[in-house]
């Protein structure tokens, strides 16, 4: 062999050699690129997701903040009707004692009460409670009760009696009379006189013998219609 063929063969085997550390750092520097890329967008996706998390959970805060907002102002629009209904009533009521101060004592009406006539005078006395003339509806429920006439509706005339003093207010005396519902055989008004003992209470600012007259309404008439209410009422107490 001649040194000149030696000369090509060594530089041909060293642009190899070069071609190849080229070759091995180009791929070196593509995926060091690639990585980095690689990893950027991983941030950016971890970015995105964290600001997705973040527009939900606002999302969800002003729906909450919505729905309270809907609330409040049902209780209120439900509490300024309350409200406009007791300033009516009172007003009622302040024209009828005035009426009733300046117009002349009327004789009462007497009432006859066979036991034919019975339903038909206690059905006159819900109507005048119905029309809060709860003086009369007194009277003529314990007419009723006195006429000495054998009736299923006896204890329920003894209730009303109670439900007139409630509605004049007179609270000591409603409760007297709606304990004496206790004292007839027939329960069909019990769980009645019991919430309305407790309603009493209530009224006077009795706040613990409410709680009690609520909590036996609950004990001893589970399946009466006013459950839900007295535990409301407790709730609140």
Not at 105 to 118: A, Y
Not at 132 to 156: C, M, T, W
């Amino acid at each position: 062999m001649t040194t000149g063929y030696l000369l090509k063969q060594f530089q041909f085997a060293l642009i190899l050699t070069l071609i190849s550390v080229l070759f091995i750092a180009g791929c070196g520097s593509s995926q060091a690129v690639v990585e980095d890329d690689d990893w950027a967008h991983q941030r950016e996706q971890e970015r995105v997701e964290d600001l997705e998390e973040r527009v939900n959970q606002l999302e969800r805060e002003n729906t909450e903040l919505r729905e309270e907002l809907v609330r409040s102002r049902q209780e209120n629009r439900s509490l300024n009707a309350r409200i406009a209904e007791l300033e009516k009533r009172l007003l009622e009521e302040r024209e009828r004692r005035q009426a009733l101060d300046e117009a002349p004592e009327p004789e009462p009406e007497p009432v006859t009460i066979t036991p034919d006539e019975f339903e038909n005078q206690y059905n006159r006395a819900i109507n005048l409670f119905n029309n809060r003339q709860y003086e009369d509806a007194k009277n003529l429920f314990s007419r009723l009760l006195d006429s000495g006439v054998d009736h299923p509706l006896i204890p329920n005339c003894q209730y009303w009696i109670g439900e007139t003093l409630y509605g004049m207010g007179e609270y000591r005396q409603a409760i007297d009379e709606f304990q004496k519902v206790f004292d007839y055989r027939s329960q069909l008004k019990h769980d009645d006189a019991q919430i309305m003992i407790a309603n009493s209470y209530k009224q006077l600012g009795d706040n613990e013998r409410a709680r009690q007259a609520y909590q036996r309404l609950i004990d001893r008439y589970p399946n009466s219609e006013y459950i839900n209410f007295a535990r409301q009422q407790l709730g609140a107490l």
